[in-house]
């Protein structure tokens, strides 16, 4: 029984309920009712089991229907309840930027000897059959978000005629009308939040465009809806009745999670990330606020396994009994510990998120993935193939517990920030396979689909006769030259690892014996050692008197010559002297990869004191720990990672780019006269120590000339 329904009970038995204050008042009609009736209805356990289970959706549904100036009729909503984990974030992300095309998913396909009207009958089936496709999301009327299922709602299709425009126009004015489309959003308080655009090709073939917000229902729902729209379409077209069956309702979902453990959901979640210190953002990717929002235009590049290759993929899984998603996994963790220089990695993976134990679960249409982070440890010396059953055998434990918001897990790391910005998906049936299952009254021709995440990368494997895995990726944030090096990555390490079953992942090369040329030798020619004499500084001195004019670093839009480094490193250097700093001090340098950041290891080493690097990814207290043991009294910041460091009297905490950055501007540029000897300390960089607490390392210049 739904919300609309057991409100409609009660006036059958001639009682109210109403909601004042956030309470509920249960109330009979006493013209009607005798005291004696009253009681025994205000006393039926049935009643006041439901009340109690249902008590949030009953003030929110009741204080909805009390509301003025809806958008639709408050009387036209037959339940309402709370959004999963992945809609709260798509929600989010909606709001955030509703013109950016973050998740929004774009069905196009050819349809050939189309009956219009009965191309839409159809579609009026499907929007009775499953609730979610009628249901509208409010965000600021209650404490938190939930979704309201209209009794009725009509979906929008948009007529248009290109015939008179050739094949090369109407190509370009098809995609034009995609690109528009996507970045006309939703208004997600009036459903559907879905549209059709079925353009006219010619007198026999029309494009249909299918836009609708991922919020309505995952990849798996996609193959449901077409079989259904195609079956419905086949017994209209001919006269026949639909069958129908029970109505598909999304809550039932929302109710079974509600129901999870959530003290056993956290317990195992906790377990799961043990270990887990810091996040794992490509190192690619200069920007860090924003990165994952979204905004931008994404490209993909694919990478297609012939058969030969396919066929080793499949021999290596079943002989070692692990699945492709496992395999495809391994992968992906393996390549991002290389880049990153992590032991533990973290990625989002996208869960199916159907219950086994709930009633017809396959056929239903709903938001039912979520996206979990995996958490994978590096040990170079395990096996491979050890090493991948380990990570099988937690995403299976996981299952029990795949239903819970990523936010949620995210918060017990005490990671700030973004703990990752890749997205790994795996496909088990594309509807193209539906489409090609049987001959279909209604043809369909040429299925693209389109759908963007709010991540900088995205990996989806596509699992058929021959494997084939697509890198969607963010153009405003990662060059195209980076991805095609990371599907050539991909692929070499795919291969690496199913051609040999008894090898450890300190078997495992990054680079072609080309890439390493080109590293280590034609890259790195050089036929002099380190003279024993020189300094960091002292070279770097050398090198800007000779190239003073020349281009020394590049930070997106900023440039900086070698005269201007060392002009703006003299000035910090002769402004921490200034400070206290003095030869031997230890001043960390917390903040992200920028110019400032060379700036500032370059002024602390010409005062003759050291630099700590750190992290701004770093858990608080991992950061504290640092600035405690090295006994800082400065620290170098950003005003971007000024919130990572903890207040404190002892501390002087000294931004760079912002409130000390027009003192700095007024010290001279002049370099300071303190004395570096190539055996004074250059740096101390903490490490992870046998207990567990970073352990600091020191690095004299001689150390890091050698």
């Keep these: 029984m739904n919300i609309q329904e057991f409100i409609a009970s009660l006036e059958k038995k001639h009682f109210s309920l109403s909601v004042k204050d956030e309470k509920l008042n249960l109330k009979g009609d006493k013209k009607k009712l005798s005291a004696a009736e009253i009681d025994a209805i205000k006393s039926d356990h049935t ?45 989010f992300h909606g709001l955030y930027d509703d013109t950016s095309g973050a998740y929004i998913e774009q069905f196009g396909c050819d349809l050939l000897d189309l009956n219009i009207e009965v191309f839409k009958e159809s579609w009026r089936y499907l929007l009775k059959q499953h609730t979610i496709l009628r249901s509208a999301f409010f965000y600021d009327s209650f404490n938190v978000p939930v979704q ?153 590049e694919s990478l297609f396994l012939d058969a030969t290759s396919t066929a080793k993929v499949q021999q290596y899984v079943q002989r070692n009994h692990l699945t492709v998603n496992t395999l495809m996994q391994g992968v992906w963790a ?52 050890s090493w991948l059953q380990d990570l099988q055998n937690t995403q299976v434990a996981s299952r029990q517990y795949q239903h819970t918001p990523l936010q949620d897990i995210q918060a017990l790391t005490g990671i700030k920030g973004d703990l990752f910005d890749t997205l790994l998906v795996f496909e088990n049936y594309p509807v193209s396979k539906l489409v090609n299952s049987r001959s279909w009254s209604l043809k369909v021709e040429n299925v693209e689909i389109h759908e963007q995440t709010n991540y900088p990368l995205s990996l989806i494997i596509g699992n058929s006769d021959e494997l084939k895995i697509s890198f969607s990726y963010n153009a405003q944030l990662l060059e195209q030259a980076y991805i095609k090096t990371i599907s050539s990555h991909f692929e070499s390490i795919l291969l690496q690892i199913v051609e040999n079953d008894n090898a450890s992942l300190s078997t495992l090369r990054l680079l072609s014996h080309e890439e390493e040329f080109a590293l280590l030798k034609a890259f790195n020619s050089s ?141 001279s540029a002049v370099a300071p006269s303190t004395t570096v000897s190539p055996e004074s300390l250059a740096y101390v960089i903490y490490t992870s120590g046998s207990t567990g607490r970073p352990k600091g390392v020191e690095i004299t210049h001689k150390n890091a000339g050698s």
């Design 47 to 91: 009643i006041i089991d439901f009340i109690k289970s249902n008590r949030n959706e009953l003030v929110q549904y009741l204080t909805l229907h009390a509301e003025t100036g809806s958008k639709k009729k408050s009387k036209d909503i037959v339940s309402l309840y709370r959004l999963s984990g992945l809609q709260q974030g798509m929600l």
């Design 148 to 300: 309201c299922v209209y009794r009725e709602a009509e979906l929008p299709v948009e007529e248009l005629d290109y015939r008179h425009l050739s094949a090369e126009e109407q190509s370009s004015a098809v995609k034009d009308y995609e690109t528009a489309d996507r970045h006309r959003g939703f208004d997600f308080e009036a459903p559907p939040l879905m549209r059709v655009g079925l353009i006219r090709l010619s007198d026999t073939r029309y494009r249909m465009l299918w836009t609708s917000h991922h919020i309505l229902f995952d990849g798996w729902s996609l193959p449901i809806l077409m079989e259904e729209f195609l079956t419905n379409y086949e017994s209209l077209l001919v006269g026949k009745s639909i069958d129908v069956s029970v109505e598909d309702r999304y809550e039932d979902y929302i109710r079974y999670i509600e129901r999870v453990n959530k003290i056993k959901e956290e317990d195992f979640w906790k377990e799961q990330i043990s270990g887990l210190e810091q996040s794992s953002l490509l190192p690619f990717i200069n920007v860090t606020e924003g990165r994952t929002k979204g905004a931008g235009y994404y490209g993909t």
């Design 334 to 385: 393996w390549l991002l510990h290389a880049y990153t220089g992590n032991q533990d990695i973290v990625y989002g993976v996208i869960v199916s998120g159907r219950p086994d134990n709930l009633p017809g679960v396959e056929r239903r249409v709903g938001m039912y993935i979520n996206t979990l982070p995996l958490h994978a440890t590096i040990n170079s010396e395990q096996q491979i193939v």
């Design 527 to 667: 036929d002099h050692l380190y003279n024993g004499t020189d300094t960091i500084i002292s070279l770097f001195s050398e090198q800007a008197k000779k190239s003073f004019g020349s281009v020394a670093l590049i930070d997106e839009d900023k440039t900086l010559s070698y005269q201007e480094l060392d002009e703006q490193s003299n000035r910090l250097a002769n402004y921490l002297l200034s400070n206290g700093v003095q030869e031997g001090t230890l001043v960390p340098v917390c903040m992200g990869r920028t110019v400032d950041l060379v700036v500032s290891i370059l002024a602390i080493l010409k005062t003759g004191a050291a630099y700590v690097p750190v992290d701004p990814a770093y858990p608080e207290d991992r950061i504290s720990y640092m600035l405690e043991d090295s006994k800082a009294a400065i620290v170098l910041t950003s005003e971007g990672s000024r919130a990572q460091i903890k207040n404190s009297s002892a501390v002087t905490i000294i931004e760079t780019d912002g409130a000390d950055q027009a003192a700095i501007s007024q010290t």
